[in-house]
């Protein structure tokens, strides 16, 4: 393995490992701020125990999410210092911008959330979690605004062999940015929707504090359905947008080695033969592909050996523009499928508890259990499609993933950074699965028990008087 | 002046910041070990930045992505060429992080004292390989013509970068007990300042040798022949005042000084560097400078304009919150 390949392996796992946590965050203090909202309003405790059994979840995740994030930060000099010189005048602008305006917002309102319950009223308690919950969106928002610009440079020209940016207000403007931000947000609040649900129906058929998880339920499976047909209306017109703006990514999404034909049908599934560059069986859909491309049942679509040629001619030859087939096929197949089943599944959920007979449905809260790991597997595919079906490039049309690598990192230095980053990812992982776990089983009690703690108030002198 | 030095002096200014917010949650993190004596105490301890640690954390990245943004050759550069310390402290900082934050939801002893060693590790480790990076880079590294740089171990790790860190150490520890004296009532306040004076001592000596190495081993007195001296002589008359005060159980006073020390030597290392960035050993003529290390005017301006019109609303809330937590903490009963 060669130091690109390292540097490559490590980029996936370090994204997709940050990446579990930060839609947690994202929805968890989402729904924090809500219940803090009715506490305010409807001065039920119940909202305060909410708040706080939730946002206990919300404060395990933040943690490694703010620990994975300063790697994702530095990874670019450490691993990608050509990139970094290529695009720093672009990129590094949104990254600075992310620390200024949402950062410092999440970091400080969380202290005044966690630790300002006895000194400041209620409404600011509310107001400073919806401050973490703008400031946990403004960053996805400015973070994807860098991402963004990767799959689709805009408002800048190429000096000296170097990015210069010419219009920021492209940069926030980027019509990828406008599909890919929904998308990502919406991910991001089913996956709080399907944790609250989850655990709550967890805690329903162990009949354990059923009027407090029957009310997180209700809330989760709100969220988790308008963020279900969210998900699928902005990925429709994320994929419409990306048949125009990156053809090759939507070609090696759909397998599609030769040019459709009108119209065009979709493949459910196939066997891709990526040495040949064929199928050797497929499930067709008629129509569909046309539909999902052009919201029209006519049209077809370029394939990717009519794509390669072009970008040939556009780019230079010697370069397989082709990203690795499979991979892209079945994210694309496994991401859109579990959204399609977070959908029915919020329907359902939203259905039995309107009714009020969820806590008879066992099939139905033992499945939510389960579903719990969908919003996760989606978003993880949904990303390795994006950066996957983007190579060879990382700034795509202009920068290739094999210029980007620094020249002065050895082998030996990036295996080992990669050994150590993995082993303490594996750890954190298995540490946070078994706190989220406890925590979960425990229920509000485990509130109630710290509260008795906390009640004694630790702070009683002026600390600059004497 | 122009964009470039703004934005070197923006850049200063963040790490100068990080050094003297996080330098206190460093040194109460060492406290927890060093100064408590069973885990009531360390509870108290670590309450006394409860709020505040997460923030100042986001002084270094902001210092980071600032650096990407404004010189993405100094970032790129620095980076890449510090690999292993760079791998070293996110580790570091990945366990510190991790185990403050852990240490609230363990439910076991053991389990505790677990997350507690994070803490402790890390708060020593992190500045400690800070302080090596930025002793090292006034001294000056292997940096090539295509401002590559291809460093060997000593070039990382030697006398100067070891005492440059060790300093570090103790300048963060010294704050962060002030900021203990500050912040507790009891028990624990009254040792954090006997502690203190026993850390002095240790930093005036760390302090001193420093300066000295300083004289042979970089340019900085003789770029700075008025600066470089004033700065460390007002550093060592911070310490000799932080100390006084502390002694004299005026807190207050005694924060603002141990913090004025770790302004006046980040100050110091920054001012020595300017124009440079990163000095190369090679030939002063591969050297990055803010010129040739910067990024282009546009998004300067545009950086600029951004700042400007956040840093104050950043600020004032960050002031807000210590202000609403400003009360002594009390040992648990």
Redo the contacts between chains.
Sequence with gaps: MEVLDLARIQYAITTIFHFFFVPVSISMIFFVAIFETMYVWKKKKIYLDMSLFWGKIFLLSFAIGVVTGILQEFQFGMNWSEYSRFMGDVFGAPLAVEALLAFFMESTFIGVWMFGRNKLPKWVIALSAWLVALGTTLSALWILAANSFMQEPVGFKVENGKAVLTSFSALITNPQLLVEFPHTIFGALATGGFMIGGISAYNLLKKRNTEFFKKSFNYSMIVACIAGFGIVFSGHSQAQHLMESQPMKMAASEALWNDSGDPAAWTLIGDIDTKNKENKWEVNIPYLLSYLAYSDFNGSVEGMKTLQAKYEKLYGDNVNYIPPVKTVFWSFRIMAGFGGLMVLLSLMGLWFANRGSIVNKKWFLRSMIGAITLPFIANTTGWIMTEIGRQPWTVFGYYTTAQSISPNVSKGQILFSTISFSSAYVILAIIMIMMVARVAKQGPDIILKENVNTKVDLMDKEAFGE | MSLEELWFVLIAVLFVGFFFLEGFDFGVGMSTRLLAKNKHERE?IQ?TI???W??N??W???A??????????W???????Y??L??IL??V???R??GI??S??A?SDQGKNLWYWLFFIGSVAAPFLLGMLFTSLVRGMPIDAK????GSFSDFVNVYSLVGGLAVVLLSLVHGLTFIG??T?GDVRKRAISLLNKVYILLFVGEVIFAVLSYYQTDLFTVRPVATPLLLGLTVLATVLGMLFANK?RE?FAFTFSGLAIVFVVSMLFIGLFPRVMISSIDPSFNLTIENAA??H??LS??TK??CT??PF?LG??IW?YY???????P??
């Excluded at chain 2, 980071?64 to 050759?73: D, E, R, S, W």
């Design positions: 108290q309450a409860g709020p505040f997460d923030a954390e986001v270094l990245i902001t980071g992505g600032a650096l990407f943004a404004a010189f993405p050759n970032y790129a550069t620095m980076f890449s060429g690999y292993t760079f791998v996110l580790l900082l990945i366990a992080g991790v934050e852990y609230h939801h439910k401002m590559h740089l291809y500050l912040r009532t159980k207050g990024s282009g546009y998004t545009v950086m951004v700042a956040l840093l950043v809330y960050q919150s609403v937590f400003r009360k002594r903490i009390s648990k009963k």
